[in-house]
């Protein structure tokens, strides 16, 4: 793939996570990929997916996209992300994610971001 081709592949998968479509989240991962998130490590591609998928819950959930940057399979996103929960509870955070793409699916992702916000949010 090109890199204009993984760089909107990128944009797919956050987009994907705002409108809550956990197919397409599932859908753009390699059956192999991993994950690493700052204050968790390593998490299986179910164990990743889980998590997104508990965010799909959420009342109302926004995602900015305020740099993407692409080298090779690499794909830098930088985003503001801010997601409602029932009750009110927001959660806010900023995140640098890198994908690592490979035959159109993500294979690897490393994501960045506050802990202490996330740990705020969900205890």
Known sequence: MSIEENKALARRYMQAVVNGDIDTVEALQHPDATWWILGFGTLSRKDFTDS????INAEKRDI????????????AVQAEG???FAGGKV???SYHNLLVIRDGLIVEGREYMDPRAAEKAFG
């Open 82 to 84: 801010e997601i409602t």
């Open 64 to 75: 900015t996209i305020t740099s993407l940057t692409a080298e090779e399979d690499r794909v």
């Open 91 to 93: 959660y806010r955070n």
């Open 52 to 55: 997104v998928r508990g965010l």
